[in-house]
């Protein structure tokens, strides 16, 4: 099988072949890799910068510029350097999942009171590190975390993480869903409800935000459902009383395959002009892996090219465990090599270094001759990669790197 435009749905001013060598934010992919070595991941901060002003100006186009607030999801790369970026930008805020997530936040630079914490199976230990920092706010996903933050912070405001028993991901796939027909433990539903505000005015907690995070992933076609699982979380704003705010979570996603196309943002911000701009709220967003993901590469080494009964297998000197994503959520980085100049391309199963079946980067990765080639790049690697690392079998290193 051939495939002569192998590349083009992927490429863009910042990340495409010029004279058939790869570059990435103003830089040969060819000269990185020889720079750094591999494996490596590289971002890029203008790619970045560029991805949040794209999504506060489509808030702004809605009539919602002095209605939001952005709040970069960490847990999606959680990178110093990037992050001190991000805080000198002053274009966003941080949402924090752990202890650890908001030291480091701090660490880099964010005030507490930047910081917005949702996380779930909070131990004792957890609440007694978040209570130190003043400022912090804390969304509360069970009647559990209401009670431990009301003993310990009395009076104070809260958000309560809502489960609207509906869910979104990318292309209906279900292990991107927070919540929907099975049930999960992010988030209160509206059976308990009721219980949680009562356990709310227990300790005199004020109730001033719903947060409502349902999946992750989402592109155009999925906008439909995800209108309707605004419109569901819009009953506990309604049966809480005074609210402040909402947080509608992240889940913005970015293609990964040739048929997908970009987030209509235009779309996405008419969803919430509509279900929420009649509304005096504020209106959170926490679109960590849009803001990430496309701004990364990770450069690896190729190990070797072999033919086995009808398959040919390219190794590379990295395996699953250093960028897990695709692994455990079927969600692919693409492949591409560093030189191509319209060659026709082949099928190829792209194999990292890990004795274990999970190990496949790509099936059928469309990739030319590669004989000549020492590195492949696997493009979409700046989200949920680095952040998500272990060292099984020992071969957890890898090094990172911000392009400015």
Known sequence: MEQHNAY???????LCYQGGALHFSGRSVQSLAEQFGTPSFVYSGQRIQTNLQRIKQALNDAGLGERHTL???MKANRFAPLLTMLKQSGLCGIDACSPNEVEHAVGCGFEAKQISFTATSLSRQDFSTLARY????????????IRAWGKLKPGSEIGIRVNPAMGIGRACNAKLHYAGCDTTKFGIYREQFDEALATTKQYGLRVTKIHFHTGCGYLTPELEQWEQVIKSCLWFVDRAGEIERVNVGGGLGVPHLAEDQPLDLDRWAAVLQRQLGSRDLHIEIEPGDYIVKDAGLLLLGKSFVERKQQTTFVGVDAGFNIAPEPAYYDLPFQPVPLHWDNEPCSAHHVVGNINEALDVWYQNAMLPDLSGEDHLALINAGAYSSSMASNHCMRGQFKEFLLL
């Open 8 to 14: 083009d749905w992927w490429q863009r001013p910042d």
């Open 71 to 73: 709040y970069y999801a």
């Open 134 to 145: 003043s400022g912090l706010f804390m969304d509360c996903d069970s009647i559990h975390a």
